[in-house]
């Protein structure tokens, strides 16, 4: 990689903490490598604190942009100058990108679903989907779906310190978008079990199935998923089968999926908005996890 850097290589940063374990900068230096772009992307260790100073960097030093994760995504919002309609309606930003002094924040979560639904020939659109789970994953997922034409969105979450922030979505992608949402509480099985069997598609951004809970799952009877058109996504992506999954695959449904091809998705968006090149995703696909899915 120290081949391709030399005085014109653009950066691109990574602020949140803890982010030692990051996969993305794996990710984006082997695909600017493959693709020959004179780009180089770096972590770094910035929480609340740091964050003001971080982002002016990004304008001092002529950065490309940068990527925010935990504890910033929503703290690096009054620091830029302009949000991207989606950021703006989830109210979190992952992904920052620099043009001449001008920072604008995108959420690329909900792109990275989307694509990775429609990269299995999987439409969504005009359809209903039941979710479970209004964090950050839940609401961009939630925002984009109703943003590309999902028309009815069943969200479910327990009453905890997210509640409140699901209500706040559900309000707005009513009034801002075509799609029909409503909040129920997960508490409630057989309104849940109601909404998943009604829907084209059921998803759990809730990250049960995955460590410590990762012999957890929200539905544990298959006979809720008696329609083996339904289609389930899990966003988690490790371990690569969650409990979930194999509820799924055992009542016969077909179209079972993790959230690999999400997380890749989302990359891929964020390169797209930074260079205006599409990521080689099976290429990085094989790099981070050796193997297809
Ligand atoms: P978060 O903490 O912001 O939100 C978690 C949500 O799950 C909240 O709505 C919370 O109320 C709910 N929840 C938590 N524990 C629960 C439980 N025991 N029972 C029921 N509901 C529960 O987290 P997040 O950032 O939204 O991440 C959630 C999951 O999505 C994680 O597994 C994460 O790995 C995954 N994720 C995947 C991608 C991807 O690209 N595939 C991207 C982002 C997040």
Known sequence: MTERIDGHTLLIGLMAYPIRHSMSPTMHNNAFAKLGLNYAYLAFEVGNDKLPSAIESIRTLDMRGSNISMPNKQKVIPLLDKLDPAAEMVGAVNTVVNDDGILTGYTTDGIGFMKSLDDEGINIRGQKMTLAGAGGAGTAIAVQAALDGVKEMSIFNVHDA????????????????????????????????????????????????????????????PTWFNNPDLVVFDTVYAPRETKLMRVAKKAGVKHVFNGLGMMLAQGAAAFKLWTGEDMPVDYIRQILFDDKK
Request: glycine share 4%; hydrophobic share 30%.
């Open 162 to 221: 997210e509640w409140e922030n699901a209500k706040r979505n559900v309000a707005l992608i009513n009034e801002k978008t075509d799609c029909h949402a409503t909040l129920h509480e997960l508490e409630d099985r057989d309104d849940f079990k109601k909404e998943i069997q009604s829907s084209f598609i059921y998803t759990d951004s809730t990250g049960v199935g995955m460590k410590p809970l990762e012999d957890k799952t929200l539905v544990d009877d």
